[in-house]
């Protein structure tokens, strides 16, 4: 079965550290991988998607995620992170079933940046 | 472009009160809508989605349903909520194509059963 994996519930950073938010996914297919934002009581944002060729993307907002097909991963990464970055963090697997596409969603990971 | 509407934004009821949640999309024609819920602390779960007019699946057993009484219109609804039914409620579209597409979210109903 379909499923993602955050295994951190909870990451505190310091402004202007890096960031690397862990994702793992298990899916028989070629994966679509998402990650999404969400600012308390607000809808979720795309940040980037993956579906095929380089497995580097880039996103908005100055992030960035690496697809690693041996790992089954697709950690979301940011070099330096601003204060207006503390939220929730989605990842998420793409599948097919029965004719119509849907989204499988971790557990999410809140971000807290300290200044 | 496309923008989806959701309301209302919150909402309190009373144990055994009925529930409607509107969802409505613009700026596209055909799109797959879901409705996913989402409980505190814990991740999205997906509850309906829709590929066509009254053309509904369910994820998993529960006490709401849906409608789609309209191409860009998707409707959540219960005749008794239940303590269990609150939560953060969240309508999405996504287009057909392919195997791969994003869902692009609403912003949301906090529901409070009382």
């Known amino acids: 079965a379909q499923s993602v994996t955050q295994p951190d519930i909870h990451i505190t950073v310091s402004e202007g550290a890096s960031l690397e938010l862990r994702c793992n996914y298990s899916y028989g297919a070629t994966p679509y991988l998402f990650w999404y934002v969400q600012s308390p009581g607000q809808g979720l944002q795309l940040l980037l998607k993956y579906f095929s060729g380089d497995t580097l993307v880039q996103g908005i907002k100055g992030f960035e995620a690496e697809f690693k097909r041996s790992q089954s991963s697709f950690n979301l990464r940011k070099p330096s992170v601003h204060w207006s970055d503390a939220a929730e963090y989605f990842c998420a697997v793409g599948a097919r079933s029965g004719g119509y596409n849907k989204l499988i969603f971790g557990a999410g990971t809140r971000l807290a940046v300290h200044p | 472009s496309q923008t989806i509407h959701q309301w209302p934004a919150t909402l309190v009821q009373p144990v055994g009160s009925p529930l409607s949640l509107e969802c409505t999309v613009e700026?596209?024609?055909?799109?797959?809508l879901y409705w996913y819920r989402q409980a505190a602390g814990r991740g999205l779960q997906l509850l309906f989605y829709s590929i066509g007019i009254d053309q509904i699946s369910s994820e998993v057993p529960q006490n709401l349903s849906a409608s789609r009484p309209q191409d860009r219109q998707f409707i959540l609804s219960s005749k008794k909520l239940l303590l269990s039914d609150s939560g953060f409620y969240l309508c999405?579209?996504?287009?057909?194509?392919?195997?791969?597409?994003?869902?692009?979210f609403g912003q949301g109903t906090r529901l409070t059963v009382v």
């Open positions: 999405a579209w996504g287009g057909m194509t392919g195997g791969g597409t994003e869902a692009f």
């Open positions: 700026g596209t024609s055909n799109p797959n």
